[in-house]
């Protein structure tokens, strides 16, 4: 169309560093994941077959082929890393993910206790191969991780090859940088925002509530994960202002009522 509302945030285009939409895929069919690129492919930066659902589900070579040929990254969830590495089985994770075809990983230790230097050394390693996102934080509900902590793991998983960190919430978004009522820990927010680059983290935000949080505290173009298939489109609206929930956001004072 040659029609363009005016005061809309600029969002840059694929392939982007920054204004990232990470997607859940936790068994879509095949012509779900069809319809699902032809719709909202080009808002789709990451999509992350969720835990281990990539070893369960017969298609996923021809999902992953399908999702890359739209020039979306596909990763498994960093549960099924964690899978093969506490039943001592790294070569054999290589050899899946290679045979698969992936073209990303997801490393991740918010199952299983992992030395965190070791946990940067798989990063390192796989970072040859593979565009590396890593996960920090832990998937157990209540367990409380120091914040200088999140900070200088985050720090060195990017050191040792990490293209993201992701700051860990799960599915549900009420556990890491959300409480149980899936309402966003400021504090510590805050202070990992002041001490990395916004661009190098990744904030899974699944629910809608929290995205549009996040979208007011750092605007339209945060990096945004967790987001399931069929909130892909309602996102972009909340970046683009064209949601009630940030409707004002990015509007001139002289227009807001």
């Known amino acids: ?9 600029q969002r840059p285009t694929q392939p982007r560093n920054e204004g990232i939409t990470m997607v859940m895929d936790k068994g879509l069919g095949m012509h779900q994941a069809e319809d699902l690129v032809e719709t909202a492919g080009n808002l789709i930066d990451f999509l ?6 990539s070893y369960v589900n017969s298609n996923v070579k021809k999902k992953i082929k399908l999702y890359k040929k739209h020039g979306i990254k596909v990763y498994p969830g960093g549960t099924l890393f964690e899978a093969f590495l506490i039943r001592d089985q790294f070569d054999d994770y290589r050899r899946f993910i290679d045979e698969l075809g992936f073209d990303a990983v997801e490393i991740s230790d918010g199952s ?7 946990k940067c050394e798989y990063i390192h390693e796989l970072s040859k191969d593979h565009q590396v996102v890593s996960e920090v934080g832990s998937k157990i509900a209540g367990l409380e991780i120091p914040i200088h902590q ?7 998983e990017l050191e040792a090859g990490s293209f993201k960190t992701i700051a860990e919430a799960r599915e549900s978004g009420t556990v890491g940088i959300y409480d149980a009522n899936g309402k966003a820990n400021f504090e510590l927010i ?5 001490q990395l680059p916004l661009d190098n983290i990744l904030w899974e935000a699944p629910q809608k509530s929290q ?10 173009n945060v990096n945004l994960g967790n987001i399931a298939p069929a909130e892909i489109i309602p996102l972009e609206t909340l970046r683009l202002g064209l949601r009630g929930d940030t409707f004002m956001h990015f509007l001139p004072d002289e227009l807001k009522q």
């Open 112 to 118: 299983m206790e992992l030395n965190h230097d070791k």
């Open 150 to 156: 999140w900070i200088s793991q985050m720090k060195a």
């Open 1 to 9: 169309m040659n029609i363009s509302l005016k005061f809309i945030p």
């Open 48 to 53: 992350k077959l969720g835990f281990g659902t």
């Open 211 to 220: 995205q549009a949080w996040f979208i007011k505290h750092f605007g339209a």
């Open 190 to 194: 805050s202070e990992i925002s002041k």
